[in-house]
């Protein structure tokens, strides 16, 4: 029986791009992956590769990873995705996260206020909606009285929902309204305590143990020559931590590396790294525990051991990014990964 694995892909790329991701996809989806996420920020939106991946596929879920919740409404949301889950014969997932207020507030020009509480909201209006109910909602934020309802029949009465947290409350929201906790860069040793907290929104919500399961973005990189797959590996977990805000920095300081963040972050104020790169500095700074806990590198026997051990410490379902190269060696790769 295959293993569960997930895919992402990235932000959608111009025609030509996405005819040659979506024969990627496809490779993918018969070697026996079970998902494929997209992403956006302020370029091409993800709907309409998510679109084009339905209409060429038949297995592979479909989901976003992630869509912030600013910027379309609740109601745009479940349209959306109850119409993409039609396109799909019922494949979509619903990966929703806040993102953050530099975007929100200018690009898509909404205040970031209350995100959590935005969150949750629209997690609970769009499972109204996907049921079929007509919607009275009475929250903090939105208030909806008129009682709209969905014009068509869903395919399916709820669509999963996976929410991206890294931070305490998030997680507990996540555990309230969830069907899946989607973290990144999260520490490998602290797999279980992120479940436990999850789980405790699940207690709070009066939900069933395991309501939610674990959808983790794992950082892989796959290359023979490891001192430069050790370098590459380290390029994400360097940006983000130097110059992605404070959720990333903030999580991984709570998550037993403070010295390491504070030595990152004044490393990368005198020495700036370019995007999703590290240097000489900010690896030193780093250090080896962190980035073992937080990326896997090497060749494809040593990363399909480190995806396995992630999930025997708590992931359900592992997310590598989709491989490069031709693709022979793109089966290759994910046919070992999920074998």
Known sequence: MARRLGVSVGFT???????????RIKIAEEVGVEAVFTAETWGRDQFSLLTQIAL???????????APVFGR???????????????????????LG???ARVIEHWHGQAFEKPLQHLKETCEIINL???GEKVFYDGEIFKLQRGFKLLFNPVRNHIPI?????APKSMEICGEVADGWMPVYWPKSKFKEGLEAVAKGSQKANRPAGAVECVASLTTV????????????????????????????????RNGFPAEVEAMRKAGEEHRPMPFQTNDEIMAAMGDRMLEETAIWGDLE?????????????????????????PARVERVLGTLVS
């Open 13 to 23: 790329g111009n025609p030509e791009q996405n005819r040659e991701l979506i024969k």
């Open 56 to 66: 060429q596929t038949s297995k592979i879920k479909l989901g976003t990873g992630i």
């Open 98 to 100: 806040t993102s953050g």
């Open 129 to 131: 909606i996907i049921a």
């Open 222 to 253: 796959i290359d023979d020559d490891v001192a430069k797959a050790k370098r590459t590996a380290a390029g994400p977990i360097s940006w983000y931590v130097t110059n992605m805000g404070d959720f990333y920095h903030r999580m991984l300081s």
């Open 162 to 166: 996976y929410i991206a947290s890294i």
């Open 302 to 326: 040593t990363v399909a051991a480190g995806i396995e051990e992630r999930r025997k410490l708590g992931v359900d379902l592992p997310i590598v990014g989709m491989p490069q190269g031709d």
């Open 73 to 95: 409404s609740p109601a745009v949301l479940a349209m959306t995705f109850a119409t993409l889950d039609e396109l799909s014969g019922g494949r979509a997932i619903i990966g």
